[in-house]
Structures are given as C-alpha cells and as structure tokens.
C-alpha cells in the first residue's frame, strides 16, 4: 500500500513537501513517481525516480519541483518550492513494487491523492 501526505493550502511562491510511504511485504521498489490531476483536466506525469537510476520532470516542474527516494524507509518526496496556481491539483503517487512472496513480477500501487492548492 502507497500512503500518500503532505499537501495542503499554500501561497504562490511557497513550498510545500509530499511524501509516499510504501508498507506491506515488500522486497524491493523499482520506479516510483508522481502524477497530478486538476479539476476538468486529465492525469499528468509530474516526476519520476527509478531505483538508482536518473530522475525525471515534467516540462512545467522542471527547476522548482524535485523527486527523491528513501530506499530504507520504502518512502520518496516530491519537494514542491516556486509553486503556481497552476500547480493545483490533487497529487497521486505511484511506485512499482516487487513482494516478498513473488520476487519474479513488480505490482503497481497507487496512493490515495493529496490535495495541493496554491492561492494567488
């Protein structure tokens, strides 16, 4: 299960930091990101984060937002700095999840959703 956390009401300019801990029998998480969804808008890709591997960004985010990953805690952030009213939405995290009881497949979970809401 992905639990996701930290979003909120925040001024334009402001920051704001999400987390996503993954709990259950897990053996290892492979790539884990984050995606957003605005009201009337489609979901969109906002960060991604392989295990060990290189980082990557939404045009839109790119410089203000950055994505990292706590291997031993099964947790990452998305560090929210510079945020736009544009950048509301409700926040999903997602990450690919090898089980301890099956080494041989990745299972896909999804978080609950955050709201972030950024006044002008």
């Known amino acids: 299960q992905l639990q996701a956390s930290g979003g909120g009401l925040v001024q334009a300019g402001g920051s704001l930091r999400l987390s996503c801990a993954a709990s259950g029998s897990i053996f290892s998480i492979n790539s884990m990101g984050w995606y957003r969804q605005a009201p009337g808008k489609q979901r969109e890709l906002v960060a991604t984060?392989?295990?060990?591997?290189?980082?990557d960004y939404a045009d839109s985010v790119k410089g203000r937002f950055t994505i990292s990953r706590d291997n031993a805690k099964n947790t990452f952030y998305l560090q929210m700095n510079s945020l736009k009213p544009e950048d509301t939405a409700v926040y999903y995290c997602t990450a690919a999840v090898v089980l301890e009881e099956d080494i041989r497949y990745q299972y896909d979970y999804w978080g609950q959703g955050t709201l972030v809401t950024v006044s002008s």
């Open positions: 984060i392989p295990y060990g591997g290189t980082t």
